[in-house]
Nanobody, 114 residues
Framework: VQLQASGGGLVQAGGSLRLSCKAS????????MDWYRQPPGKQREWVAN???????DYVDAVKGRFTVSRDNVRRMAFLQTDRLEPEDTAVYYC?????????WGRGTLVTVSS
């Protein structure tokens, strides 16, 4: 099982980025996909998730600004990040729970300048 996140970059405050997570080695449609982030010098924190059926949940700090989605055919999850703030600067990771263990993708860096 492998996950690969991409789509990060440098953006000005108020801008947008679309993060992608490509999964391989799993029956993707069965698994909840989580997004986490780790700001510089801080602990990793949960951001959002989407179940196989499409139900979503978000941390309060990103509600109304971030949107999580998925494409089960392409085995991809997405995190649309809008109205970005400098506080959103972090390495973003996708994660799933497979066969009793958490599987993490390599993160993608989002840097928001003020």
């Amino acid at each position: 099982v492998q996950l690969q996140a991409s789509g990060g970059g440098l953006v000005q405050a108020g801008g947008s980025l679309r993060l992608s997570c490509k999964a391989s080695g799993i029956n993707f449609r069965l698994y909840t996909m989580d997004w986490y982030r780790q700001p510089p010098g801080k602990q990793r924190e949960w951001v959002a998730n989407i179940t196989g059926g499409g139900s979503t949940d978000y941390v309060d700090a990103v509600k109304g600004r971030f949107t999580v989605s998925r494409d089960n055919v392409r085995r991809m999850a997405f995190l649309q990040t809008d109205r970005l703030e400098p506080e959103d600067t972090a390495v973003y990771y996708c994660k799933t729970h497979y066969s009793g263990a958490d599987v993490w993708g390599r993160g993608t860096l989002v840097t928001v300048s003020s």
